[in-house]
């Protein structure tokens, strides 16, 4: 499945991209922090990360995103399952240098990440934007795949293995916010997190 919106979807459920790339012969993958504008993905971390030098290098890289929606119970084991919303993008990223073009992929990354946060805290300086790499990789060459609904259980045992079947849902919930202990006592929660908190 390739569909754009299914595509854009799942990149915008997920939080945490899985980044792989060859480094020196050897497959490497990474969880690693992303954010969607259009048809372009940025991904980002420090200048000395191996794995990022060598996508900015332009090796092939594949990103992986997934959304576990739920756990499939059949009545035979061989048929227990998952519900999950998976994207796949492969390409050749590319390293931001423009530095309008870096804090704008910065901002994309960390408003995907925590919403309301690019306005409210302090925004990077020179040394910060200087060591951190953003990549920007175009969403042509990718794939989604889908499973939803049930067990799809043999005929044979429907009726006659007295097992459960059904799915278990999965979801993704964040709790009450804790503030940092160096924070002053009685500093409100924000909004922005209160509301992601929910």
């Not at 754009?4 to 993958?29: E, F, K, M, Q, W």
């Not at 997934?66 to 990223?93: C, E, I, K, P, W």
């Not at 804090?103 to 200087?130: D, F």
Request: charged share 20%; glycine share 12%; net charge negative.
């Amino acid at each position: 499945m390739t569909d754009r919106s299914a595509l854009h979807d799942v990149l915008d459920a997920g939080l945490v991209c899985h980044l792989g790339v060859v480094v020196d012969g050897s497959p490497l993958v990474l969880p690693t922090g992303y954010g969607r504008d259009g048809d372009t993905l940025y991904l980002h971390g420090s200048t000395g990360a191996r794995s990022l030098r060598a996508a900015a290098d332009g090796v092939d890289v594949c990103v992986n995103v997934t959304v576990l929606d739920g756990v499939v119970y059949a009545r035979s084991v061989f048929h227990h399952s998952m519900n999950y919303r998976s994207a796949v993008v492969h390409g050749r990223a590319t390293l931001v240098t423009d530095d309008d073009e870096k804090l704008h992929g910065l901002r994309v990354l960390t408003e995907h990440l925590a919403p309301g946060s690019w306005g409210h805290a302090r925004l990077p300086n020179r040394k910060e934007l200087a060591a951190t790499a953003v990549l920007a990789l175009d969403l042509t060459e990718a794939a989604v795949k889908v499973r939803t609904g049930g067990p799809v259980d043999d005929e044979e045992d429907i009726g006659t293995v007295p097992a459960w079947a059904g799915v278990l849902p999965v979801r993704q919930v964040f709790g009450e916010p804790e503030p940092c202990h160096l924070q002053p006592e009685g500093t409100p929660v924000p909004g922005h997190v209160r509301r992601r908190a929910g």
